[in-house]
């Protein structure tokens, strides 16, 4: 029996944002749900500390000394949505290392035989987070220093990150945005916080067409989030053929999220959880998860449960049928410039 692998760290809970949308009862809330259901027979593991080398892949050696010099003078406000306390930064290395030991996991020999999917549910999220621009609540860019790790460590030619939280990947997308070994698939409400994310958006250099963009309107639910999963980004997952999907998972498209304004329901996240376990499946290469936003805290756990459990089954999990929406058609449209499968 495959196993699958939870990262985590008790350091995401002394990153202390006060009253603020991301705080440490997120993970709170997240673990004990999962502990209710005894972890869903997922193997627990302590994240290590990301290292300098590892961090530095995406950022420069300033960012990270600026935001421990911050840190070691007993924290402040970076910028109006993103601050850091003295137990930021050793929370941000857990959060980098999470998504880094999840690579491991799943591409290491020997330790990663036999591991079917890896989770790394950590605090701070790091999808805003640009080269050496902390913002968004985010520090360090996560899931592109799991991909980086990927790439640098392990050998991977490509990696597909999707990104299905609600806000623009943006950091993520300008960390990766001239390189053609890593595709950056992100669906987000626009207009919403960054502002970043444009449909024209597609990379650049080397990196054009690797990049993509998947903006939807607020109130855009199940039926318009899957259908850009099955009929965009799978068909995608198939041509680029990556060698690993990290999927960058935020949970703020929720429609009881109190941050944005789309409408996915529990079981639309199980539903892009199933097409995407699905994908990895059909091309027999691993699947890691790294959690990002989502705010409501019921609506949150309850979401990150629901991935987990199909993500960590035995048997794949049923595909649900998916109509083409008109959006998704057009995205396709666009797309296929780059990508002839979706011609
Ligand atoms: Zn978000």
């Known amino acids: 029996m495959a196993v699958s692998v939870l990262f985590r760290h008790p350091s995401s809970l002394e990153h202390d944002t006060g009253a603020h949308p991301e705080n440490a009862r997120r993970i709170v809330a997240i673990e004990r749900a999962l502990e209710e259901r005894d972890w869903l027979g997922w193997e627990v593991r302590l994240s290590p500390a990301a290292t300098r080398e590892q961090i530095e892949r995406v950022h420069p050696a300033r960012h990270i000394d600026r935001i421990e010099a911050l840190c070691r003078r007993g924290g402040g406000m970076i910028d109006l949505d993103t601050l850091v306390s003295p137990g930021s930064f050793e929370a941000a290395l857990h959060a980098a290392g999470g998504a880094v030991a999840v690579v491991d996991a799943l591409l290491g020999d020997g ?30 860019g996560n899931v592109a220093i799991g991909a980086a790790h990927a790439i640098a460590a392990h050998g991977a030619r490509r990696v597909l990150i999707f990104d299905w939280d609600v806000h623009h990947g943006n950091g993520t997308d300008r960390i990766f945005r001239e390189r053609d070994d890593v595709l950056f ?7 919403l916080y960054p502002g970043t ?31 850009h999963v099955e009929h965009v980004v799978r068909p995608l997952a198939r041509e ?36 995407m376990r699905a994908t990895a499946d059909e091309l027999a290469v691993p699947l890691g998860l790294v959690l990002e936003g989502g705010y409501d805290l019921a609506a949150l756990s309850r979401s990150v449960v629901a ?15 998916v109509a083409l929406d008109p959006l998704a058609a057009e995205a396709q449209e666009r797309l296929a410039a780059y990508w002839p499968a979706l011609a």
């Open 111 to 140: 330790d990663g035989a036999g591991v079917r999917c890896a989770a790394s549910l950590h605090r701070p999220p790091g999808h805003h987070a640009e080269p050496a621009q902390a913002m968004g609540f985010c520090l360090f």
């Open 185 to 191: 698939c992100s669906i987000h409400q626009s207009p």
């Open 197 to 227: 994310g444009p449909a024209s958006d597609a990379g650049r250099g080397a990196g054009e067409g690797f990049t993509v963009n998947l903006p939807v309107p607020g109130g855009s639910g199940d039926a318009v989030f899957l259908s």
């Open 240 to 275: 680029f053929a990556p060698d690993l999907v990290l999927l960058s998972a935020g949970y703020d498209a929720h429609a009881e999220d109190p941050l944005a304004g789309c409408r996915v329901t529990d079981a639309g996240f199980a539903g892009m959880t199933a097409l």
């Open 307 to 321: 991935t987990l459990e199909l993500l960590g089954a035995d048997e794949a999990p049923p595909v649900p049928e």
